[in-house]
């Protein structure tokens, strides 16, 4: 056992400070260099490779410090450190001994196995956090939200700032908006989805232009029925974008030149709204529906 230890130590030894003094050496942009050269041309590789270079960096360069610092202590506290292994090895050999020796055999393959599956699992999860650190950094899902256009994004972050948690939100858009609901919890949302866009898959940047409902087309019983606080509208494709009323939210228009700066000017409709029950609108006649939801 002694020998053993003392071969791991120098391993560990070999790899952790000659690493440690490289990674601490060279710059970051060194690396960031290393992984843009390895990756694909397209703007969406190079920028996760710089990203991600970053990250690994950074990652080596508190992992292979600590590596160092216990391989030093092993060797400064050897004694302890053999008599520790030895004492560790025995107790889980007989731990693990049954009265049969297939059956303590198999016991044993299959505790080296689920050692082995919880280390590829680490790994793994390791890898895939250095992978999505271009686009999360230390923010969470709910915050980021991933795999989404930074239109919807604007606009889950405008909906939820402007209105209240338990909001009840009748959403008109010409997209399949079902992953607001998760987004906006715990408010509630409603997007009827018009019957000639149920079983059509969207394309991005609106290449095929979904049928869609306008507030027009919602009849009373509809409205009464969901009774909601708010109505957003939210419009991008060709088909419903109104180019006169992209200025007619004010709290939507400051919301976007707080982000984005005082000159922005909003290329496709959102208007929020809350609404107004029939009984309090004089002479409230629906318009003629082209679909019922």
């Given at each position: 056992?002694?020998?053993?230890?003392?071969?791991?130590?120098?391993?560990?030894?070999?790899?952790s400070v000659p690493g440690t003094v490289y990674v601490w050496?060279?710059?970051?942009?060194?690396?960031?260099?290393?992984?843009?050269?390895?990756?694909?041309?397209?703007?969406?590789?190079?920028?996760?490779?710089?990203?991600?270079?970053?990250?690994?960096?950074?990652?080596?360069?508190?992992?292979?410090?600590?590596?160092?610092?216990?391989?030093?202590?092993?060797?400064?506290?050897?004694?302890?450190?053999?008599?520790?292994?030895?004492?560790?090895?025995?107790?889980?050999?007989?731990?693990?001994?049954?009265?049969?020796?297939?059956?303590?055999?198999?016991?044993?393959?299959?505790?080296?196995?689920?050692?082995?599956?919880?280390?590829?699992?680490?790994?793994?999860?390791?890898?895939?956090?250095?992978?999505?650190?271009?686009?999360?950094?230390?923010?969470?899902?709910?915050?980021?939200?991933?795999?989404?256009?930074?239109?919807?994004?604007?606009?889950?972050?405008?909906?939820?700032?402007?209105?209240?948690?338990?909001?009840?939100?009748?959403?008109?858009?010409?997209?399949?908006?079902?992953?607001?609901?998760?987004?906006?919890?715990?408010?509630?949302?409603?997007?009827?989805?018009?019957?000639?866009?149920?079983?059509?898959?969207?394309?991005?940047?609106?290449?095929?232009?979904?049928?869609?409902?306008?507030?027009?087309?919602?009849?009373?019983?509809?409205?009464?029925?969901?009774?909601?606080?708010?109505?957003?509208e939210y419009y991008e494709g060709k088909d419903y974008l109104?180019?006169?009323?992209?200025?007619?939210?004010?709290?939507?228009?400051?919301?976007?030149?707080?982000?984005?700066?005082?000159?922005?000017?909003?290329?496709?409709?959102?208007?929020?709204?809350?609404?107004?029950?029939?009984?309090?609108?004089?002479?409230?006649?629906?318009?003629?529906?082209?679909?019922?939801?």
């Amino acid at each position: 056992m002694s020998r053993l230890v003392r071969l791991i130590l120098i391993l560990m030894l070999l790899i952790s400070v000659p690493g440690t003094v490289y990674v601490w050496l060279m710059p970051v942009e060194y690396f960031q260099t290393w992984m843009i050269e390895r990756a694909n041309p397209d703007q969406y590789s190079q920028f996760a490779a710089h990203e991600q270079g970053q990250a690994l960096t950074v990652l080596l360069r508190i992992l292979l410090p600590l590596l160092a610092i216990l391989t030093i202590a092993g060797f400064i506290f050897y004694p302890r450190v053999v008599q520790l292994a030895t004492h560790s090895w025995q107790t889980l050999k007989r731990l693990t001994s049954l009265q049969q020796l297939g059956r303590t055999y198999l016991f044993r393959v299959l505790l080296i196995s689920w050692f082995i599956l919880g280390l590829v699992h680490f790994v793994g999860g390791v890898s895939r956090r250095i992978e999505d650190w271009p686009w999360y950094h230390f923010r969470a899902g709910s915050e980021m939200m991933p795999n989404i256009s930074d239109s919807n994004r604007d606009v889950i972050r405008f909906v939820k700032e402007a209105t209240e948690d338990d909001a009840r939100i009748l959403v008109l858009s010409d997209q399949k908006l079902f992953f607001l609901s998760y987004y906006l919890l715990p408010r509630k949302l409603f997007h009827p989805l018009h019957p000639e866009s149920e079983f059509v898959l969207p394309k991005e940047f609106q290449q095929r232009q979904l049928k869609a409902y306008r507030l027009s087309d919602l009849d009373t019983d509809y409205m009464e029925q969901i009774s909601p606080d708010y109505i957003l509208e939210y419009y991008e494709g060709k088909d419903y974008l109104e180019n006169d009323r992209l200025l007619e939210d004010t709290r939507w228009l400051e919301f976007m030149r707080s982000q984005y700066g005082p000159d922005y000017q909003p290329s496709f409709n959102v208007r929020l709204k809350k609404y107004q029950k029939p009984e309090s609108l004089p002479d409230a006649t629906p318009q003629k529906q082209e679909a019922t939801p």
